[in-house]
């Protein structure tokens, strides 16, 4: 079985900045594309960022020259840092994407519990 764990979220003020990581675990063997998601109270969740294997980047408009995506192969995890945040960056932020097992199978991950990020003065 396989999982993600976010975790990095909390109270920063606007402006402030946060690094978010998403660590897989179980029978993998590699993590392949991989994207970040967000949850605002009141609000569908939404794309954020994603990585592919060949570490191509893509951003939605609302988080460029702001957000980073990055992977550490070796960790089987991903990280988001978020530079400049903004009140409306409020929600909880999920990671998703596909996955090697060590059966060498490509399986679609399930949602993880998120992690909250706030960003309020």
């Known amino acids: 079985q396989v999982q993600l764990v976010e975790s990095g979220g909390g109270l920063v003020q606007p402006g402030g900045s946060l690094r978010l990581s998403c660590a897989a675990s179980g029978s993998i063997s590699s993590i392949n594309n991989m994207s970040w998601y967000r949850q605002a109270p009141g609000k569908e969740r939404e794309l954020v960022a994603s990585i592919t294997s060949g570490d191509i980047t893509n951003y939605v408009d609302f988080v460029k020259g702001r957000f980073t995506i990055t992977r550490d192969n070796a960790k089987n995890t991903v990280y988001l840092q978020m530079n400049s945040l903004k009140p409306e960056d409020t929600a909880v932020y999920f990671c998703?994407?596909?996955?090697?097992?060590?059966?060498?199978?490509?399986?679609?991950?399930?949602w993880g519990k998120g992690t909250l990020v706030t960003v309020s003065s």
């Open positions: 998703r994407g596909v996955i090697k097992t060590m059966s060498s199978s490509y399986v679609m991950s399930n």
